[in-house]
């Protein structure tokens, strides 16, 4: 299934569940076809309400945010240059005629409206008659005037051609402000027995002129859809995805066609009304946010489902956690649905984004249990990026059909997951982080926000590289690796951020592990209970030796502090020789350990004094780890060799044993010969 297919399909399967024109006020619709719409920002959408009898009643503007939808030609929906009409709405310079126009657009905007009078003797439609009858009467600049000056309030005014200003106080200032007309958008609404009904809002409208551009081009010459199969009028300029950016498009270069085709529109067939469908359904997913996600530079993520049933989208950028099912995923995966048949109308919680892409979003959550039957539908994931005002490339797309997607997801939670510590729970939880989260990590700086990437390209770049990884289970790249290990080799960097940053850093190190595995077996990292095994290397075995020496230097500068409640009240503890050795004990490990076994001698005799116990702890696991250390150095051949990503996971280990409960220790200590903090 190719991307234009899986839209067409999605588009379809909208319809027949009637989500296709449903008016939302201040949410982008799923447009019927031969309609667009555009979104207020305040003052440059001008709606005039109609009586039945075609007068003037009142004006408004629209509120910021909100949208109006409008029926478009097939010229009008591709218009740069030229002046094409749209159908009845429209700007004010085609509605009346302006100065600077010389009413070149108003005269055809006024035949084209002729011609749909004359559609309309045959096809009834009372509505289009009340605006219709309005725009005859020639008034349109007087009470498009009119509401302007209501919009300046008490204010004076001053009409200067085709522009309005008047003077507004901002901030004890005074401020000139001013409406161009022919700038204004102006759509329409007639006032009926039960109240007034926008354009918009107007499905029947909506219906007249679908009918009308179908019976104006019955006459045309019919080729075969490559798309849809279907015999159809076809079309070779189709309207634009982000402003005037097209997805599809006839090359400027004759190169690229000729030898093979005389004209660029012999190379691909598109029918009008499926590129009407793929459009306004990708127009859709663009403009939604549950659907899609700006990742910088340009560029968008889209996921969606489709097929045969209803679809749904599912948000692949998300963080992720293991903490149990929601109520929610519970009645989905235990079947607790209605088992009356289905109506065909449905809201669009539940086709477009609903059960289905929830029950995926968690699977993605890393909440596993979700059964098979969701997986029956094809799951989009598309990768859109504006390369210039006329142009919009896909950089990805795939469709995964039934349950692969689940798998996929699978592997990547497993892959990724890491424990990290709950403050909430008093627990390691298991978590998987996002890819944003990844790239900010991999490619930014700390900020009082974070870890930030502000590079536009360069985390647009880094996401595009790591969506394989999510949805095709490609290897992580090595680069990342290095990346990740050299970020956390440099800790005085994160002055805030450090605790996110080593977690980041180990997920991935165990992604690598997990992708670059011996004869396609996955090295294991964490057990089934998320804790990290112990790995027998020479890197591990330092990170844990330095993550030995902070604790202690911790425990002893608490001590003479007053303890921990004394800590929570001034946290202004200096920062630890572990610390401050971090970078020295990864380029120099063996030189390092010396200076800072002399560095935190004092700890041990503030322990000695205060806390016996845990000077008796530390210095019998010290012991232990210099013994291992010793072994490893064997004859001294890799006292000058730096530790690896080994060491990260080592000093996590560490910490993480330091977090065991009572009863954990006590199974740690037979497993290791260790003892419980």
């Given at each position: 299934?190719?991307?234009?297919?899986?839209?067409?399909?999605?588009?379809?399967?909208?319809?027949?569940?009637?989500?296709?024109?449903?008016?939302?006020?201040?949410?982008?619709?799923?447009?019927?076809?031969?309609?667009?719409?555009?979104?207020?920002?305040?003052?440059?959408?001008?709606?005039?309400?109609?009586?039945?009898?075609?007068?003037?009643?009142?004006?408004?503007?629209?509120?910021?945010?909100?949208?109006?939808?409008?029926?478009?030609?097939?010229?009008?929906?591709?218009?740069?240059?030229?002046?094409?009409?749209?159908?009845?709405?429209?700007?004010?310079?085609?509605?009346?005629?302006?100065?600077?126009?010389?009413?070149?657009?108003?005269?055809?905007?006024?035949?084209?409206?002729?011609?749909?009078?004359?559609?309309?003797?045959?096809?009834?439609?009372?509505?289009?008659?009340?605006?219709?009858?309005?725009?005859?009467?020639?008034?349109?600049?007087?009470?498009?005037?009119?509401?302007?000056?209501?919009?300046?309030?008490?204010?004076?005014?001053?009409?200067?051609?085709?522009?309005?200003?008047?003077?507004?106080?901002?901030?004890?200032?005074?401020?000139?402000?001013?409406?161009?007309?022919?700038?204004?958008?102006?759509?329409?609404?007639?006032?009926?027995?039960?109240?007034?009904?926008?354009?918009?809002?107007?499905?029947?409208?909506?219906?007249?002129?679908?009918?009308?551009?179908?019976?104006?081009?019955?006459?045309?010459?019919?080729?075969?859809?490559?798309?849809?199969?279907?015999?159809?009028?076809?079309?070779?300029?189709?309207?634009?995805?982000?402003?005037?950016?097209?997805?599809?498009?006839?090359?400027?270069?004759?190169?690229?066609?000729?030898?093979?085709?005389?004209?660029?529109?012999?190379?691909?067939?598109?029918?009008?009304?499926?590129?009407?469908?793929?459009?306004?359904?990708?127009?859709?997913?663009?403009?939604?946010?549950?659907?899609?996600?700006?990742?910088?530079?340009?560029?968008?993520?889209?996921?969606?489902?489709?097929?045969?049933?209803?679809?749904?989208?599912?948000?692949?950028?998300?963080?992720?956690?293991?903490?149990?099912?929601?109520?929610?995923?519970?009645?989905?995966v235990m079947g607790e649905v209605a088992a009356e048949p289905v109506p065909i109308r449905r809201t669009e919680e539940e086709v477009l984004h609903g059960k289905d892409s929830k029950t995926i979003a968690q699977?993605?959550?890393?909440?596993?249990?979700?059964?098979?039957?969701?997986?029956?539908?094809?799951?989009?994931?598309?990768?859109?990026?504006?390369?210039?005002?006329?142009?919009?490339?896909?950089?990805?797309?795939?469709?995964?059909?039934?349950?692969?997607?689940?798998?996929?997801?699978?592997?990547?939670?497993?892959s990724m997951k890491w424990p990290g510590w709950s403050a909430k729970k008093k627990a390691f939880v298991l978590k998987t982080p996002s890819v944003y989260s990844v790239v900010h990590f991999l490619y930014g700086?700390?900020?009082?926000?974070?870890?930030?990437?502000?590079?536009?390209?360069?985390?647009?770049?880094?996401?595009?590289?790591?969506?394989?990884?999510?949805?095709?289970?490609?290897?992580?790249?090595?680069?990342?690796?290095?990346?990740?290990?050299?970020?956390?080799?440099?800790?005085?960097?994160?002055?805030?951020?450090?605790?996110?940053?080593?977690?980041?850093?180990?997920?991935?190190?165990?992604?690598?592990?997990?992708?670059?595995?011996?004869?396609?077996?996955?090295?294991?990292?964490?057990?089934?209970?998320?804790?990290?095994?112990?790995?027998?290397?020479?890197?591990?075995?330092?990170?844990?030796?330095?993550?030995?020496?902070?604790?202690?230097?911790?425990?002893?500068?608490?001590?003479?502090?007053?303890?921990?409640?004394?800590?929570?009240?001034?946290?202004?503890?200096?920062?630890?020789?572990?610390?401050?050795?971090?970078?020295?004990?990864?380029?120099?490990?063996?030189?390092?350990?010396?200076?800072?076994?002399?560095?935190?001698?004092?700890?041990?005799?503030?322990?000695?004094?205060?806390?016996?116990?845990?000077?008796?702890?530390?210095?019998?696991?010290?012991?232990?780890?210099?013994?291992?250390?010793?072994?490893?150095?064997?004859?001294?051949?890799?006292?000058?060799?730096?530790?690896?990503?080994?060491?990260?996971?080592?000093?996590?280990?560490?910490?993480?044993?330091?977090?065991?409960?009572?009863?954990?220790?006590?199974?740690?200590?037979?497993?290791?010969?260790?003892?419980?903090?």
């Amino acid at each position: 299934m190719n991307l234009l297919q899986a839209l067409l399909q999605t588009y379809n399967a909208a319809e027949a569940a009637g989500l296709v024109d449903v008016w939302k006020e201040s949410e982008p619709m799923l447009l019927p076809l031969y309609h667009s719409s555009r979104q207020s920002r305040g003052e440059d959408i001008v709606q005039l309400t109609i009586s039945r009898d075609g007068m003037f009643l009142q004006g408004r503007f629209l509120t910021k945010g909100e949208y109006t939808v409008f029926p478009v030609s097939e010229g009008s929906l591709i218009r740069t240059a030229n002046d094409c009409p749209h159908f009845l709405c429209d700007e004010f310079s085609y509605l009346a005629p302006v100065e600077k126009k010389k009413g070149a657009r108003h005269s055809l905007y006024m035949k084209q409206l002729q011609d749909l009078g004359e559609y309309e003797k045959c096809h009834r439609n009372e509505d289009f008659q009340s605006i219709c009858t309005y725009l005859m009467s020639g008034t349109v600049r007087r009470d498009v005037l009119c509401t302007v000056q209501i919009c300046c309030g008490e204010q004076a005014y001053d009409v200067e051609g085709d522009v309005v200003s008047w003077q507004e106080e901002e901030k004890g200032k005074g401020k000139t402000r001013q409406i161009s007309l022919e700038d204004l958008f102006i759509t329409f609404a007639v006032e009926r027995s039960d109240g007034a009904v926008s354009v918009s809002q107007n499905r029947e409208l909506h219906r007249f002129f679908i009918d009308y551009v179908q019976y104006t081009n019955r006459d045309k010459p019919v080729e075969t859809c490559d798309v849809s199969g279907l015999p159809m009028y076809c079309v070779s300029s189709h309207r634009g995805v982000v402003g005037t950016a097209k997805l599809i498009g006839i090359s400027n270069h004759k190169e690229a066609y000729i030898g093979r085709f005389t004209k660029g529109e012999q190379v691909f067939h598109l029918g009008y009304e499926t590129s009407q469908r793929i459009h306004n359904m990708l127009k859709y997913l663009l403009d939604t946010k549950r659907y899609s996600e700006y990742i910088g530079g340009g560029a968008n993520v889209v996921s969606w489902m489709t097929g045969d049933l209803p679809l749904g989208g599912a948000p692949i950028m998300k963080d992720m956690e293991e903490d149990g099912k929601d109520d929610f995923l519970e009645s989905v995966v235990m079947g607790e649905v209605a088992a009356e048949p289905v109506p065909i109308r449905r809201t669009e919680e539940e086709v477009l984004h609903g059960k289905d892409s929830k029950t995926i979003a968690q699977y993605f959550a890393g909440k596993k249990d979700a059964g098979d039957e969701i997986f029956d539908n094809y799951f989009c994931v598309l990768v859109l990026e504006k390369v210039n005002n006329g142009r919009m490339a896909v950089k990805y797309f795939r469709a995964f059909p039934k349950a692969d997607i689940k798998q996929r997801a699978e592997a990547w939670y497993e892959s990724m997951k890491w424990p990290g510590w709950s403050a909430k729970k008093k627990a390691f939880v298991l978590k998987t982080p996002s890819v944003y989260s990844v790239v900010h990590f991999l490619y930014g700086q700390e900020t009082e926000k974070g870890i930030i990437c502000a590079n536009d390209k360069v985390r647009r770049a880094a996401i595009e590289r790591l969506l394989p990884c999510i949805l095709e289970r490609k290897p992580l790249p090595a680069d990342m690796m290095r990346t990740a290990f050299f970020r956390l080799t440099n800790r005085q960097s994160y002055k805030k951020y450090w605790p996110q940053a080593l977690l980041m850093g180990c997920g991935i190190f165990k992604k690598y592990y997990w992708d670059h595995g011996m004869w396609d077996q996955k090295i294991p990292v964490l057990n089934d209970k998320g804790a990290i095994l112990r790995m027998d290397k020479r890197s591990f075995a330092y990170g844990r030796l330095l993550s030995v020496y902070e604790k202690m230097e911790t425990a002893a500068l608490e001590s003479k502090s007053g303890g921990e409640e004394k800590k929570k009240e001034n946290s202004n503890l200096r920062v630890t020789n572990a610390a401050r050795l971090w970078s020295s004990m990864i380029h120099r490990p063996y030189r390092t350990i010396s200076i800072l076994e002399e560095r935190t001698q004092y700890c041990k005799a503030i322990l000695s004094k205060q806390k016996p116990g845990y000077k008796v702890y530390f210095e019998k696991i010290l012991a232990e780890l210099y013994t291992e250390i010793m072994e490893y150095e064997g004859d001294g051949q890799h006292h000058e060799k730096t530790a690896n990503s080994d060491f990260i996971l080592g000093y996590y280990y560490q910490q993480q044993q330091f977090y065991k409960k009572k009863d954990e220790g006590a199974d740690a200590r037979r497993q290791e010969g260790g003892t419980a903090v």
